[in-house]
């Protein structure tokens, strides 16, 4: 019997609002045009609740296209203080003006960009150690201060 592999679906999981401190512009370096963004607070919340600690931060890198590769990195507790790392990765393109009004800080339709995510989930905590055994991908929404996304299950 040859089966086929099942076909993934999504399920909604958890929310994030990220609050974000002042972008750092580092030029171009050997990888390309890096740019630091620190992660201050936020929250998550749905199949866990979590505050998001400051000292994260997303480091950019800008391609020659315009798109931006992210790469966060931040820790969140539980009311129960529990902690939990999430790692993102991904991409944000869309028509230059677009990307130049979401850095300048403008509210742009999120339909006018895209911003898509994979994002990694770690804890030692046991009653959470169920969020380490799925793939995670998001929908994001860059806003002038914050990025907020909806992250689903892959089932």
Known sequence: MTAAPPVPGLEPAF????????????????????RIVPITGGHVR????AQILPGGADWQLVRPDGAI????????????????YLRTFGVRSGPPEVLQALLRGEPVDPSQYYFRL??????SAPRLAALEHSLFV???IRDADRVRYTAYRVT
């Open 15 to 34: 929310e994030v609002e990220a609050h974000l401190g002042r972008l750092e512009d580092h030029g171009t370096t050997r990888a390309g045009h890096r």
């Open 46 to 49: 749905g199949l866990v609740d």
């Open 69 to 84: 590769e992210i790469d966060t990195r931040y820790s969140a507790r539980t009311a129960a203080g529990e902690h939990l």
């Open 118 to 123: 994979g994002v990694h989930l770690e804890t």
């Open 138 to 140: 998001a929908s994001a």
